[in-house]
């Protein structure tokens, strides 16, 4: 099969259609200080060293709220209506807009946006300190969730408006006990599905479902979006287990990002890759990537390498 536009294989590999090979990426965050163009360098040199086939816009210009700042529950009637393009929101859609401008059409960019439920921990200091005000006071937490809702779908138009295929949308609270069933379905994911009912013009939206040990994926995988992702290493939830229950959507995965990439080791790299082509019927309607970022501190050489033992799949054949 003649080589495709990373646009093109990326397409292909969400409508589960023939690819070259599938697209493959991977990530960690870069941290700048609110610039949108410094974000906007880190990202365009960092997936273009590695040659990849998505662009990931890191969240790392935060919520405009401060962390480990709610106490009382009057504090989460501070959480206010925001415009999408007012501070961070809007520093991240202008890095986005760049990020854009430099690449051109042919290369799908997705930003992160974490969701309510996410921000809402962050906010109160932790997962106890949350559980705590949804258990006391539920009432005004879901008040601020509704509000956060509200202002993170309005910010995910405003990405695709300023050029993003998709949202990355991580969803929390679905994993690691945090939160019960119950509670996520009361306190997440209401918010989630506004959210991403709001931005359901992009393409390339991914679901990603955070978290290690007790993942309840069932309770997500109707979200409307194009992709899931799952640390399916770490949680033991296999890609060949759940991508039945996925409903069109596409599969992202494979590769643990705590393991052999974090090393350099080729060989248990290599074989945890071919392992997920064979689970997904040789790469068919799956995008290969860690199950979620690989360490920001590590060393690029196990990058060069990983890059290399992903290619070597495909032209040794």
Wanted: proline share 8%.
């Amino acid at each position: 099969m003649a080589s495709l536009t990373k646009r093109e294989r990326v397409w292909a590999a969400v409508h589960g259609e023939p690819v070259d090979r599938p697209p493959f990426f991977f990530w960690h965050h870069f941290r700048p200080h609110n610039v949108p163009h410094a974000l906007a360098q880190s990202t365009l040199d960092f997936f273009g060293r590695f040659d990849l086939d998505i662009y990931k816009i890191m969240p790392d210009m935060p919520y405009p709220f401060p962390q480990n700042s709610i106490r009382q529950p009057d504090d989460w009637d501070l959480i206010a209506p925001l415009q999408p393009t007012a501070s961070n929101l809007g520093r991240m859609a202008q890095t986005t807009a760049l990020v854009r401008r430099a690449v051109g059409p042919q290369t799908p960019v997705v930003v992160t946006v974490y969701s309510p439920i996410t921000e809402a921990r962050r906010f109160a200091g932790g997962p106890d300190a949350l559980r705590t005000h949804l258990r006391e006071n539920p009432g005004p937490v879901q008040r601020a969730l509704g509000v956060l809702a509200t202002n993170l779908a309005a910010y995910c138009q405003a990405l695709l408006d300023a050029g993003a295929d998709g949202i990355y949308y991580a969803v929390q609270g679905i994993a690691g006990g945090w939160l019960s069933e119950a509670e996520f379905r009361e306190f997440a994911r209401p918010y989630d599905l506004q959210v991403l009912n709001a931005c359901s013009a992009g393409w390339l939206n991914v679901i990603h479902l955070h978290g290690g040990p007790e993942l309840m994926a069932d309770l997500a995988l109707d979200y409307p979006g194009a992709v899931v992702s799952w640390e399916d290493r770490l949680t033991g939830v296999r890609l060949a287990d759940l991508r039945p229950k996925l409903g069109g959507k596409a599969a992202m995965g494979g590769i643990d990002e705590r393991g052999a990439i974090t090393t350099g080791d080729v060989a248990a790299l290599t074989r945890e890759m071919r392992d997920a082509l064979d689970q997904t019927d040789g790469g068919r309607h799956f995008i290969m990537a860690p199950g979620c970022s690989v360490p920001d501190e590590i060393d690029e050489r196990y990058l060069t390498a990983a890059r290399k033992a992903f290619d070597s799949l495909f032209t040794q054949r």
